[in-house]
């Protein structure tokens, strides 16, 4: 079994340094960890983001588990040479076209939600999102015009099979959970759509025991504050899944506590936090490294079937955040290690 590691940029390297002490004090037989460089620390390293030799280690590997990406510093080089263009070019050169977000309310962590505890407290919902399509990977300019204004325009596509792919991803999650599942899309307003939510429903006869509902994306952001608990699995397109899923997790109550998966047709993943690289708290042990060993446990899960252990690892995050070892996203004091070292106790 061998784990791809991505630390990254900004507090990447120290959330990703748990996750792995995690992982470590698990004893698995046969792990093996292999470290590569991606990101801005890639860039001046390698002067690339997502260097050859980091790909072949990627390649070779069960699954990856990755930090964060992103750099200020480089926020002014070619797109192509941005730390972004890591993750981006992970998920289409594996072929990581399914995105699992799942946002569950932990018991007694009501209040840090946003929303009134009496409603947090039902959350429990996976979103799906497709990876590989949608205006982030379609074609893209910027234009001058004849009066000499620029233009900037995004291509907005999807396919059938790029949908029907996607969607028997979120039908066979919803099978395993409350058989319950809501596609979100624009159709009332963008062609890309309309083709979207034909394909789901063509797809939803194979899945009778599905219950099938479409929601607006705009109506979905609504639920998502007003009736979380409504949900059971979402799926949706790349744009419109990247923005929902944030949204979920101050539903929850912090990003810090939001883990997802990034899958192919076959065994081989991506994991990492939603959260970004925040470069602005990086080095200071501030972050809480909780989504990143979420992470880790969804890796163990979906890309080496290894249920026990990833239950293991589930219950001693839920476990350490009841006794109350909070990190400063949650108001609390407690800082990276000190949070590693909470789980690890109650692994």
């Known amino acids: 079994m061998k784990i791809a590691v991505f630390a990254g940029d900004g507090i990447g390297p120290e959330v990703t340094r748990e996750a792995v002490r995690v992982l470590e004090a698990l004893e698995l037989d046969g792990l093996e960890l292999v470290h590569g460089d991606v990101g801005g620390a890639a860039w001046r390293k390698h002067g690339h983001p997502l260097p050859a030799e980091t790909l072949a280690i990627a390649r070779d590997s069960d699954a990856i588990l990755f930090g964060a990406v992103g750099d200020f510093e480089c926020d002014r080089l070619e797109r192509h040479l941005r730390p972004e263009q890591a993750i981006l070019g992970l998920r289409k050169e594996l072929g990581l076209f399914a995105n699992l977000r799942p946002a569950t309310m932990f018991p007694g962590m009501e209040h840090f939600s946003a929303l009134r505890p009496e409603i947090a407290r039902a959350i429990d919902v996976l979103i799906v999102r497709e990876l590989n399509g949608d205006v982030y990977f379609g074609e893209k300019g910027i234009r001058t015009l004849d009066n000499g204004e620029r233009q900037g325009w995004d291509m907005m596509s999807y396919t059938e099979s790029e949908v029907r792919r996607i969607a028997h991803v979120g039908f066979r999650a919803a099978m395993g959970r409350k058989r319950k599942l809501c596609s979100v899309d624009k159709a009332n307003v963008l062609e890309t759509s309309q083709v979207w939510r034909d394909t789901v429903i063509e797809v939803a006869r194979e899945y009778p025991e599905v219950e099938l509902t479409h929601m607006y994306v705009d109506n979905a ?93 589930e219950a001693a995050v839920a476990k350490a955040l009841g006794d109350g070892v909070l990190g400063g996203d949650l108001g609390g004091t407690a800082g990276t290690t000190a949070i590693g070292d909470a789980v690890l106790a109650r692994l």
Do not use: W
Request: negative net charge; proline residues 5%.
């Open 221 to 313: 952001a609504m639920q998502m504050v007003k009736s979380p608990g409504q949900f059971d699995v979402i799926v949706t397109g790349n744009l419109f899944g990247d923005i929902l899923s944030d949204q979920a997790s101050m539903c929850v109550g912090s990003i810090g506590l939001l883990a997802s998966a990034a899958l192919s047709d076959g065994s081989m993943g991506l994991y990492e936090p939603i959260h970004g690289s925040a470069p602005d708290i990086a080095g200071q042990d501030k972050a809480n490294p909780m989504a990143t060993i979420l992470s880790a446990a969804m890796l163990l899960r979906h890309s080496l079937g290894l249920e026990a252990p990833a239950a293991r690892i």
